[in-house]
């Protein structure tokens, strides 16, 4: 059984940077496509960013294209969503998924709030 678990989650004003992390338990790392929702009480929970299992094919929302970047280390279990000038509308409580890129088998974490003030 993968677990997901986030950290890095903060409050920051508006324009600063935040970087999450995503750790996914257990072995086989790289057979996981690993991705970044948000969801705030007001909007559906949305898509951010992902990165294939084979680390270069890699997606973003377009609200976010140029400011955030997310990258991956096979080595550490880990992916990362780098967030620079942050936005109010950033604000959100952000949640990692890890995709088997076999089974399809999607495992969430339980998410880290960013809150962005003006």
């Known amino acids: 059984q993968v677990q997901v678990t986030e950290s890095g989650g903060g409050s920051v004003q508006a324009g600063g940077s935040l970087t999450l992390s995503c750790v996914a338990s257990g072995r086989l790392f790289n057979m996981y496509s690993m991705a970044w929702f948000r969801q705030t009480p007001e909007k559906e929970r949305e898509f951010v960013a992902s990165?294939?299992?084979?680390?270069?094919?890699?997606y973003y929302r377009d609200s976010v294209k140029g400011r955030f970047a997310i990258s991956r280390d096979n080595a550490k279990n880990t992916v990362y969503l780098q967030m620079n000038n942050l936005k109010v509308e950033d604000t959100a409580v952000y949640s990692c998924?890890?995709?088997?890129?076999?089974?399809?088998?999607?495992?969430w974490g339980q998410g880290t709030e960013v809150i962005v003030a003006r």
């Open positions: 990165i294939h299992s084979n680390g270069e094919t890699i």
């Open positions: 998924t890890a995709d088997h890129r076999d089974t399809r088998l999607v495992h």
